[in-house]
């Protein structure tokens, strides 16, 4: 059973547009949520994090949203690059937690020129 | 700083045979994490070693081993080889593998098993 899900699999945006990325997730006890970044051939790039104490983290172009109540959080970058085409993955991990982190099945972003 | 590097970056290797993947984290890091990558199961979590120590570990069969030496260096073992373990394979190192601590990846180690 997923426990962290990013249910599109693909988005696709006009350059200087907004992006939005979903994820939801399951485990309540989650209670660190990152967004890697990942291009073809190369390892996941950490974006940002948002512990489960705060509701909103920023930087720069990116932020990230978090709802506990509704087990949601999104990433929105604004404004949108083509260098920001990419595969992004939401992650989740809990204090204590067995597994370090628990990874979404990725969203492909396409921002187009 | 140098960032994780692992060793080979590509890997093909019949059923029945065994492999060993290396990874060097970033200077300090005392914690490494081992994910496995498919297209059908996304990136999914190993083990994770601290201080010469398994310390978690994921859901995956024995044949799944790993060690970590003193420099802090890892490997991973993957013996008799099945199909299902063509995979990018991820390496991650923090500082102490605090829970709310970020990992940082390597670029992978992509074993092709035929």
């Known amino acids: 059973d997923q426990q962290v899900k990013q249910n599109s699999p693909s988005l696709s945006v006009q350059e200087g547009r907004i992006s939005i990325l979903n994820c939801d997730y399951t485990n309540s006890m989650f209670d660190y949520f990152l967004w890697y970044k990942k291009y073809p051939a190369e390892g996941p790039t950490f974006l940002i994090s948002?512990?489960?104490?705060?509701d909103k983290n920023e930087d720069g172009r990116f932020t990230v949203f978090l709802n506990k109540s509704a087990k949601h959080l999104s990433l929105h970058i604004v404004p949108s690059q083509p260098g920001d085409s990419a595969v992004y993955f939401c992650?989740?991990?809990?204090?204590?937690?067995?597994?370090?982190?628990?990874f979404g099945k990725g969203m492909k972003l396409t921002v187009n020129p | 700083k140098a960032g994780v590097t692992q060793t080979p970056r590509y890997l093909i290797k019949t059923r029945g045979q065994q492999v060993t993947l290396s990874c060097s984290p970033i200077s300090g890091h005392r914690s490494v994490s081992w994910y496995q990558q498919t297209p059908g199961q996304g990136l999914q979590f190993l083990f994770e070693?601290?201080?010469?120590?398994?310390?978690n570990k994921g859901n995956f069969p024995g044949r799944f081993s790993g060690r970590q030496f003193s420099n802090s260096r890892s490997e991973m073992n993957v013996s008799t080889l099945e199909l299902g373990d063509s995979a990018l394979y991820l390496c991650a190192s923090s500082r102490t593998g605090g829970a709310h601590e970020t990992q940082y990846f390597g670029p992978g180690t992509r074993l092709l098993v035929l």
């Open positions: 070693y601290f201080s010469e120590t398994q310390r």
């Open positions: 948002i512990s489960s104490i705060k």
């Open positions: 992650a989740a991990s809990e204090q204590g937690g067995s597994e370090k982190l628990v």
